[in-house]
């Protein structure tokens, strides 16, 4: 198969973009002693939206006794905190810090600043012509994506592309 150049590129410029912008904000070492439980944590946080911990627990399969345990764990090192419920001073939400969201609106942030910069360097006629590129591969990986979901049990489309 015939390599296109630069493309290679690209994907680069992308990694790099977001890991520049990722580490400026948590230091590298520290975001690698993220585990994928720990980011699995931090998803599932996000996405109930400041849960109670019975909330967590319940969504995540886990006791609660697990789950204090790594929401200690991910409040000491600052990507959430523990608030009393207003309803019921017995139970503890938990929501995100700003480190905590940012790890989910870094994806954004680079999408926002690859595209700017990729007007930046095309004229307004090549910009049409890129749009209209992009358009069609990503109906062409759409329609295979669509049918990997439908053929692999495995893989579900809402969990997306890597948080990180």
């Given at each position: 198969?015939?390599?296109?150049?630069?493309?290679?590129?690209?994907?680069?410029?992308i990694?790099?973009?977001?890991r520049?912008?990722?580490?400026?904000?948590i230091?590298?070492?520290?975001?690698?002693?993220?585990?994928?439980?720990?980011?699995?944590?931090?998803?599932?946080?996000?996405?109930?939206?400041?849960?109670?911990?019975?909330?967590l627990?319940?969504?995540?399969?886990?006791?609660?006794?697990?789950v204090?345990?790594?929401?200690?764990?991910?409040?000491?090192?600052?990507y959430?905190?523990?608030?009393?419920?207003?309803?019921?001073?017995?139970?503890?939400?938990?929501?995100?810090?700003?480190?905590?969201?940012?790890?989910?609106?870094?994806?954004?942030?680079?999408?926002?600043?690859?595209?700017?910069?990729?007007?930046?360097?095309?004229?307004?006629?090549?910009?049409?012509?890129?749009?209209?590129?992009?358009?069609?591969?990503?109906?062409?990986?759409?329609?295979?994506?669509?049918?990997?979901?439908?053929?692999?049990?495995?893989?579900?489309?809402?969990?997306?592309?890597?948080?990180i």
């Amino acid at each position: 198969m015939e390599k296109i150049k630069n493309t290679c590129k690209i994907w680069e410029y992308i990694y790099t973009i977001s890991r520049d912008r990722l580490y400026q904000k948590i230091p590298k070492e520290e975001f690698l002693r993220l585990s994928t439980s720990d980011k699995e944590y931090l998803e599932a946080i996000k996405n109930l939206n400041n849960p109670k911990i019975s909330e967590l627990a319940r969504d995540m399969g886990y006791t609660k006794t697990a789950v204090t345990t790594m929401v200690q764990k991910l409040e000491k090192n600052g990507y959430l905190k523990k608030i009393k419920s207003k309803e019921d001073k017995r139970e503890i939400n938990v929501e995100l810090t700003d480190k905590g969201r940012y790890i989910f609106e870094l994806k954004e942030e680079v999408y926002e600043y690859t595209i700017k910069r990729i007007k930046e360097v095309l004229t307004p006629q090549e910009l049409g012509a890129f749009k209209a590129i992009l358009e069609k591969i990503a109906k062409e990986f759409d329609q295979e994506l669509g049918k990997i979901y439908e053929k692999n049990e495995n893989i579900d489309k809402s969990d997306g592309p890597p948080i990180i």
